[in-house]
């Protein structure tokens, strides 16, 4: 499965309709803020909600992060920084006021969509 660079993977796509279908507008592939080094998935700027779309493998997935055999020591470090890398920037973006949402690739994109509407909707004045 290529990902295109624009479209996102298909979770992402399917994600974002989902959402769109439920009537709220977002951006993509944005810095949620500018100070801060980390691109988020789906950008809700008014509402300060920032999602993240987790792919079991990179972010490591009890249930489906299966590490390969061949140089498991190097990856289950590598997933184990991408899981550290994602907590700390989870931390700034909240210190910062925003709200973060991460989604499993796995997720039934309906469910996700409907927990970020929730959230959306609870952060609107
Ligand atoms: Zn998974």
Redesign the pocket.
Known sequence: MKANRKAGTRPERELRSDIHRLGLRFRVNRRPEAAIKVVADIVFPSTKVAVFVDG?YWHG?E???TRPRTNAEYWTAKIERNRARDLFQGELLSRAGWTVVRV???EASAEGAKRIARTVMSRRP
Request: aromatic share 12%; glycine share 12%; hydrophobic share 10%.
């Open positions: 079991c997935c249930d489906h992060g499993w690739e796995h």
